[in-house]
């Protein structure tokens, strides 16, 4: 299999952006579907209604996303992030899982988290390359989407130290 053709298109700062930023893109659409039931698979309430806040704040940021694309004049589509296809997966067996539901809201929350250091790390990466390129502007919103996904992450250690707590230890 050749793979010439598809590396010799990475051969800037900025075609290695724009690729991160397609494949930001197909992570974000991917999450925006599997949110959802993650929500539904929750029994604790603060867990279920955060899956749906942390929601809405995906769905801006494919929004930025494509903010980001077109300020770069590309178009935020053509790659599927295989990396979020297999987090995803994994949080569905998690949703599959017979436990209790204590448990498996805890499970829920250690899938979703390994969602959010994936983004967390993608979003450093493309933010990095904006700045490298001498793009502010899209630093600055690529930083701003990296923040909200730190905070989410933070926000799942607080449910998940507050469902331990309710879990009797023996």
Do not use: W
Not at 36 to 52: E, I
Not at 101 to 113: E, R, S
Not at 131 to 155: H, M, R, V, W, Y
């Amino acid at each position: 299999m050749n793979h010439t053709k598809e590396m010799s298109k990475l051969t800037t700062l900025q075609d290695l952006l724009i690729h991160s930023v397609k494949d930001l893109y197909s992570a974000e659409t991917q999450l925006v579907k599997a949110l959802p039931k993650m929500s539904k698979a929750a029994s604790d309430p603060v867990l279920k209604k955060g899956f749906l806040t942390h929601l809405e704040e995906t769905e801006f940021h494919v929004i930025r996303l494509e903010q980001v694309a077109a300020l770069l004049d590309a178009s935020p589509r053509g790659l599927s992030c295989k990396a979020m296809k297999g987090l995803i997966e994994e949080g569905g067996e998690t949703i599959k899982e017979e436990a209790e539901p204590g448990i498996k809201d805890l499970a829920l929350i250690a899938a979703a988290q390994k969602i959010e250091h994936y983004e967390i790390s993608g979003y450093g990466s493309a933010r990095a390359l904006a700045k490298a390129i001498g793009n502010d502007e899209i630093a600055s919103l690529l930083q701003t989407t990296e923040d909200e996904e730190g905070a989410t992450d933070k926000k799942l250690t607080t449910v998940a130290e507050k469902i331990v707590a309710g879990i009797p230890q023996s």
